[in-house]
């Protein structure tokens, strides 16, 4: 577990007392442990799992309809 020393100014102090309250937690350390999982699982790419992959895969070894634009497309599959 690695360790380090944050300097927060007054308001994000504030807002780390606030979720520590919110959701039960025993310290401010869990408070940013809970903050950065919720950004971690909400704004960076998350990992592809397995089975969307062997889909993908199986998606891309089927039979492709080119098409220039959507009302080539739909004259094409009869839409």
Request: without cysteine; glycine residues 8%.
């Amino acid at each position: 577990m690695a360790q380090n020393i944050f300097n927060l100014g007054e308001d994000a102090d504030k807002i780390l007392g606030i979720v520590k309250a919110q959701h039960g937690l025993k310290n401010k350390n869990q408070a940013m442990e809970f903050i950065l999982k919720i950004y971690g699982e909400s704004f960076l790419e998350p990992e592809i799992r397995p089975e969307y992959l062997k889909k993908l895969i199986k998606i891309s070894k089927g039979k492709h309809i080119p098409f220039k634009d959507i009302n080539d497309l739909r004259r094409q599959i009869g839409g």
